[in-house]
């Protein structure tokens, strides 16, 4: 009998045929997103499931679904997922590395640029029309080449944006992290490992790429804020919830750091209130890696993790980036 899955949230139709070669699948067609109740009663039984992390597999999903085997989330981030809970019950977890490290270095380095450079609030101000003359401090922002950029996460994607920060801009970057890069590639990235205080007071530019845990929760909170030069730009396209957006909102309304750039929120797609008031935040809809290529990648991808993981195509038994391969080995 062919396997069933779900596919949570619509993906691209090429994808799903793919998935249709192999499995009886069901996808949510809708434009919203299932809620947690909605999820588990369309997931029973099914062998496996194909998300983003808009929903949550947790102990009460496995519980509900025993015949769950495979989780295949579209995203590199997998906060979403209680890894150890799908372990414990044999069920495999996949996310989508690598494809989308490149797409996202860029879009930190253009969320950067735009705060640093005020775009999003010049913009409007030409388009509300209050642009009547030119003048000698219009908008002036902060320089990007030549300073320091902090880096706190240093995985593939934040090596991605060291290396456009250390070569096309001749920053020079520091950075905290769990582990320090080997040597020979802090020398290539101009890299050098600090404490994460003096991440925080000597950063001109402070971009957040490390994965969301409960020991990265507020990561950035009131304490760390204040620590930062009032100059200082805050990039945040990691996830929501390791900024403490009402301690960022105050800290912005109060100017004691310039300005920020957000692309994750907590509790999104909700924004904090306190940041949709004040103008030095450049605020993006979760959208870092979201290209034309990428996006299609990050889909076959899944997909990929999805069939082979659940015994089907050229890679059978073998799915290319899973989360928990020693239940692979257990099989
Ligand atoms: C998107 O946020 C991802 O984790 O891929
Ligand atoms: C995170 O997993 C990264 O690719 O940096």
Not at 68 to 92: E, F, H, I
């Amino acid at each position: 009998m062919r396997p069933a899955v779900l596919v949570a949230r619509k993906v691209f139709p090429q994808v799903v045929e793919r998935l249709r070669e192999h499995f009886d699948v069901e996808v949510n067609e809708e434009e919203r997103v299932w809620s947690h109740e909605e999820l588990i009663a369309r997931l029973r039984g099914k062998q496996g499931v194909y998300l983003t992390p808009t929903n949550r597999i947790d102990a009460a999903v496995l519980e509900a679904c025993p015949g769950l085997k495979v989780v295949a989330n579209m995203a590199v981030g997998y906060n979403n997922l209680d890894v150890p809970a799908c372990s414990a019950r044999g069920v495999l977890c996949t996310n989508t590395p690598d494809v989308l490290t490149e797409t996202t270095a860029d879009f930190g380095i253009a969320l950067l640029l735009a705060t640093a450079r005020r775009m999003a609030e010049a913009e409007r101000f030409l388009r509300s029309g209050q642009w009547s003359n030119w003048s000698f401090d219009m908008m002036m922002g902060r320089d990007v080449h030549g300073t320091t950029l902090g880096v706190l996460g240093m995985g593939r994607i934040g090596q991605a944006i060291a290396r456009r920060a250390a070569h096309g801009f001749r920053m020079q970057v520091i950075y905290h992290n769990r582990s320090r890069l080997a040597p020979e590639i802090e020398v290539s990235l101009n890299a050098r490992y600090v404490g994460k205080e003096e991440l925080l007071r000597e950063s001109d530019h402070l971009m957040l790429v490390l994965p969301y845990s409960p020991a990265s929760h507020h990561a950035v909170g009131a304490a760390e804020l204040a620590q930062m030069k009032r100059s200082a730009t805050l990039i945040n396209i990691a996830r929501g919830g390791i900024v403490d957006d009402a301690a960022l909102a105050e800290a912005l309304r109060e100017r004691r750091i310039a300005a920020a750039g957000l692309d994750v929120f907590e509790g999104e797609p909700a924004v904090h209130p306190g940041l949709l008031d004040v103008p030095n935040v450049v605020l993006t809809p979760h959208i870092a890696s979201a290209t034309v290529r990428t996006r299609l990648a990050m889909a076959n991808l899944a997909a990929d993790n999805l069939i082979a993981a659940l015994g089907c195509g050229p890679r059978a038994g073998q799915p290319p980036s899973p989360l928990n391969p020693e239940v692979l080995a257990r099989r």
